[in-house]
């Protein structure tokens, strides 16, 4: 294997200093908050469902081993760790997700500590993921500390202001950045050691920089706002890189599980086992996937599918983890242990997805390698340049350049893409669109075809009846023909004989003897003192009793997309039914959004082409074709790719899957409780509604506006700043608000998005 990494999410190049720094080298990482929630371990895969959420697998003699570092939260940890790691011969392969601190090693048997112990030397605590637990919170103390610092600057320029000896503002000034500083200077040597420049080495150097011009109290007071800033900026991304945790804490702690001897009690989620049955009260949430066993309610499905309207769940229904009862109480069996349950489905697929590049990071990712240096030589020549050939002082074109330091870190640019595609992955997730990566977030703007599967995706996916015509009043025996017909079609399994008997009660159905199936044709059987028929025309032309103006009737019903039903006594048709996969209410409304959004439509069927061209007509597709075999939808779908724009395929993830694979976006639908669309569609719908898409489509659309808004605002503010730096009119103050600045920028518009789960 070489060593790589795959999709790593970059998140703030600044390291969150501040938090660090304010609390003294704790152990648990950077930042207490990150382990504000209790549950943030508590979901840890299994081993072999760790396996499945990464793109990493361990061959014949290695081991994979998944690590939190609080630590690494930017491209420049990833280097560092990437660098002591890559030297090691018992590491093959690397994986970095940034956004949630998670480096994923594959490494030579009994190499973990190994790995560990390397880490641990670069000033970093890493901690394996399925072990790993809460930290404990910031101490008091930290805090104090910062505080303190702060005063000591502000005193530092109060000395300054009021002409004070210099030796006691300059004392001031260095209590000040003792206090507040030395985590910055430790992680900035740390950098410069291993050869590279984050924010930390930037803001020592321009600090010490400072002091040695003699600007003390500016030294002192820059570090302290720089660490200030740096906490605010923790807190706001950390809202972003923590969406999640809002889907973790859906499922219930306890639930109220049956004993072996009968009685009920009270045990942890995470001991349910597949089988156990559990009790759930009205208002409490559902603990595990399952089935119900006994009872009825009302169910709140809206964390995971998304609907707005509770669903009636009865004897046989499925339940998913996370949801809500409404209503009634009820007791299910469970289908699904913890760690494996819909609700951990989804949180997994989103934490994978975050590590996942969207096409515009890759781009600022390679531009914010060049940036720097580029920006670190620019302060160099300033400092330099105009005092040999201008004539300019030195010290002024050495704060100059000091200003120009802490404005090289490009960490407002860095952060703009995972800020803004975490919260639109997260605010899909809360609607019931999981989406699998950010370059299907970031893409899905340029969609302009939309293949769909009909049954189950356009329509209801099982037949109702539509029809009903009595050609005679009565049987011969003095019968009801319809009430004749539903009780042959109640004998009978088929799908179109149950969508005729389902409005019948046993009460209305007629005893029926000699009982008969006719493969390809209906079925027969005697009712009273006549032998009863009922099937399709093929049927009814073997008896002879079919006239013109039947088949007239059967030809109108068959344009229209419906299958007819016959009733015959073997002497005349008595009535004529028919069934029909009918279209979802949703269906219609759904096509005309997406044309209003530029998407143009294809249906795509295995029914017969008249029945595709009827519920096409009905829907308002722009394009449809029946009898498809698979691979006709997949030749289909290829044809339109590379025409105008990407093209989409909606099916149920398995019966399409060479279509939903060949498509740009494979979109599943009624992915809840199915763990295989959730695995394989570049976009799961967790229910039917097609209306899913168009919201997915208006989020794609939001989050690019989001991203080019934040590159505009990250690039813009930088250039700004370093015209004033090298003109002379930037001083250090305003180069960290700068760049401090410019980045809680980017992640508060980014955060905007998460709102898109409420309007999108």
């Not at 200077?185 to 010490?208: C, E, F, P």
């Not at 044809?639 to 279509?659: E, F, H, Q, T």
């Amino acid at each position: 294997m070489s060593k790589s990494s795959h999709d790593a999410h970059p998140a703030s190049c600044c390291a969150h200093a501040a938090h660090d720094d304010a609390h003294a080298e704790q152990a648990g990482g950077r930042h207490g908050h990150d382990h504000d929630h209790p549950h943030d371990h508590d979901h840890a895969l299994p081993d072999k469902a760790a396996l499945a959420a990464t793109g990493l697998h361990a061959g014949e003699g290695e081991q994979l081993s998944r690590l939190r570092i609080g630590q690494m939260d930017c491209p420049t940890e990833e280097t560092l760790i990437r660098k002591k790691l890559g030297s090691m011969p018992q590491v093959h392969e690397l994986e970095f997700n940034l956004m949630q601190r998670v480096l994923t090693v594959v490494h030579a048997e009994g190499a973990r500590e190994a790995v560990m112990q390397a880490i641990t030397s670069l000033g970093m605590t890493p901690e394996p993921v399925e072990t790993s637990r809460p930290a404990a919170s910031a101490q008091p103390g930290g805090w104090r500390l910062l505080a303190a610092g702060g005063v000591l600057a502000a005193l530092a320029e109060a000395a300054h202001f009021a002409a004070l000896p210099a030796w006691l503002t300059a004392l001031l000034a260095l209590a000040s950045i003792a206090a507040s500083g030395l985590g910055t200077y430790r992680k900035g040597w740390i950098a410069v050691r291993n050869g590279n420049l984050n924010i930390n080495a930037l803001m020592s150097i321009a600090v010490t920089g400072a002091v040695l011009i003699g600007q003390w109290p500016e030294a002192a007071m820059v570090m302290f706002l720089f660490n200030v800033a740096e906490l605010i900026e923790a807190r706001a991304l950390d809202r972003a890189r923590n969406a999640v945790r809002g889907l973790m804490e859906l499922a219930p702690q306890t639930a109220h599980r049956q004993n072996p001897d009968g009685s009920w009690s009270d045990v942890p989620s995470d001991q349910l086992q597949i089988g156990d049955a559990v009790r759930v009260r009205p208002g409490e949430r559902i603990a595990a996937d399952g089935t119900l066993i006994d009872g009825r309610s009302a169910v709140d499905q809206a964390p995971i599918t998304g609907e707005s309207l509770p669903v009636e769940k009865t004897v046989g229904d499925p339940v998913y983890a996370g949801t809500i009862n409404a209503s009634g109480g009820f007791d299910y069996r469970v289908t699904a242990a913890a760690g494996n349950t819909t609700l951990d489905r989804i949180i997994h697929a989103v934490e994978q997805a975050q590590g996942a590049r969207a096409p515009t990071q890759r781009f600022i990712d390679t531009f914010s390698r060049v940036y720097t240096p580029a920006v670190v030589l620019l302060a160099v020549l300033v400092a330099v340049v105009p005092p040999l050939l201008l004539g300019h002082t030195w010290m002024d074109s050495l704060y100059r350049a000091l200003a120009l330091l802490i404005i090289a870190c490009p960490c407002a640019l860095v952060i703009s893409t995972p800020v803004s595609v975490v919260s639109g992955l997260t605010a899909a997730a809360r609607r019931g669109i999981l989406i699998k990566g950010g370059v299907y977030l970031e893409n899905g703007r340029k969609l302009r075809w939309l293949a769909l599967d009909k049954t189950g995706t356009l329509t209801q996916g099982k037949p109702v009846q539509t029809d009903l015509v009595l050609l005679q009043p009565a049987t011969a025996d003095g019968l009801a023909p319809d009430r004749v017909a539903a009780s042959l079609a109640a004998r009978s399994d088929h799908p179109v004989s149950r969508a005729l008997a389902q409005a019948y009660t046993a009460a209305d159905v007629l005893p029926v003897d000699g009982f008969e199936a006719l493969p390809g044709r209906g079925v027969a059987g005697q009712i009273a003192q006549t032998r009863y028929y009922l099937g399709n025309r093929r049927l009814m032309r073997e008896l002879n009793v079919l006239d013109d103006s039947v088949e007239a009737r059967i030809d109108t019903l068959e344009a229209a997309g419906k299958t007819a039903n016959l009733l015959s006594d073997g002497r005349q048709v008595l009535a004529l039914a028919a069934v029909a996969d009918t279209l979802k209410p949703s269906s219609a409304e759904a096509i005309t959004d997406l044309h209003a959004l530029g998407v143009r439509t294809l249906m795509l069927t295995g029914d017969n082409n008249r029945a595709a061209q009827a519920v096409a007509r009905e829907a308002g597709i722009d394009e449809a074709h029946g009898d498809m075999l698979p691979e006709d939808k997949l030749e289909r779908v290829a044809a339109k790719i590379g025409s105008d724009g990407l093209v989409g395929m909606v099916g149920d993830g398995i019966n399409d899957a060479p279509a939903l694979a060949r498509a740009d976006i494979g979109f599943a639908m009624g992915a809840a409780g199915t763990g295989t669309a959730i695995e394989t569609a570049d976009v799961a719908l967790m229910d039917d509604d097609l209306r899913k898409i168009c919201s997915f489509l208006r989020l794609s659309r939001a989050t690019h506006r989001v991203l080019m808004q934040n590159i505009v605002l990250a690039l813009g503010i930088k250039v700004v700043f370093l015209a004033l730096a090298v003109t002379g009119h930037a001083t250090l103050w305003m180069a960290v608000f700068a760049d401090v600045g410019a980045s809680l920028l980017v992640v508060a518009n980014g955060l905007r998005l998460l709102r898109a789960a409420k309007t999108a």
